[in-house]
């Protein structure tokens, strides 16, 4: 039995990790790297693994940084099973969708420039996948699993899945791996919530194991309270409205975008924010989120479903547009105040935000809103930093917009979340720490007692 780690490893994006185990070789998640340009390097690199030789994938969430390179996996040649969450089904397939076209308008983007600029030989930009790709590597989807309902996949290995109540259909996977005479219990956190939030259920009690790997988004912090973030939340809009400004939200499409509706839903039916409110959610996926979201209601906590038994829509509030078309997206810069806008990407690395923060930024009557983590390098991040000026599509922009983080919102567990999840487990003989900074990790592991404590480079392996 062995194990080995091809991604998040020093680094929060990219998870990717691999079980070999009575003859099978089972992938937890194929990321994607997420941040600079520099990136794209990582992403096209060899996985560290023949994608030929993967019988199975197990996919813990939808996020981009969970699933965003299965498409280059089959388009390398993996011709195994995917199992995961019916609802993680349904927003993978978009995910990947939309990141394959993203990759092919970068592209067509980068070849018209090279154009533009007489370069008399032009190198043919490839994507790292195309759409059809994507739509390949549906395919290989299999099995749904079930929250707490054990799956034999293979002689020797039982996955089941747990509920982490991080986005939709998140999960944290436990596998029971046999081999000749020895037995082993693995347990993969995939991305953890935390309590008390809306719309989803609290992260499900982990059963005893002999080895965890875990994440440590936040190892090294506590989030604020969610109740005076959504009061934050409420004030900056209302102080910004008052003012003439607009509200700029980066929002994650996936679970961020439906929860601030959720709340901004709550905020006029308590009479916290102006009933006339104009909102805009600019974004064809996080649409598509929320209509999937709909369509599963069986991931709801009682509060959610209680709004539903009342008839309402728990996405839903006056005044919400949704902006599908290119072409609605450009009318909204023309309108310079007065108005809500959430749009993607979270991280500001690309989407429909850039231009309305090009539009916006620079006014002192407008404010950003950043309600979720921000890798290093990203748009985001610099501007979080406090840049004075940020590039955006090669303009020099002024920040004279004020800028808010408010962290409550966050979708991942903070340090003490996590650490009463790992205590849950029992007593584990290891501990790998994953989807972390550095810093983070660190920080993580000089709290944890009781366990082997493990920090894994890109392409390690370990015996189990």
Known sequence: MKISFHGADEGVTGSCHLIECAGKRVLIDCGMFQGGREIVEENSAEFGFDPTKIDYLLLTHAHLDHCGRIPLLAKRGFHGEIITTAATVELARLVMLDSAGLQEEEARYQLRRAKRRGKKKVNIIEPLYTTLDALNSLEFIGRRALYKKAIEIAPGIRPTFFDAGHILGSASIY??????????????????GYSGRAILHDPAEPPHVDTVVMETTYGDRLHKQLEPSIEELYSTINTTIERGGNVIIPTFALERSQEILYYLREGIENRKLPHYLTVFLDSPMAISATEIFRRHPECFDLETLEVSHRGKDPFDLPGLHFTRQTSDSIAINNIEGGAIIMAGSGMCTGGRVRHHLKHNLWSHRNAVIFVGYAASGTLARNIIEGAKTVKIYGEQIKVRATIHTI?????HADQTELLSWHKKTGNPGKTYLVHGQQDSMQAFARKLKGTKVIMPRLGESFEL
């Open 175 to 192: 596998l029971e791996l046999k081999e000749k005479n020895k037995s082993h219990r693995v347990l993969f956190s995939g991305d953890l």
């Open 407 to 411: 962290g409550g919102f966050s979708a």
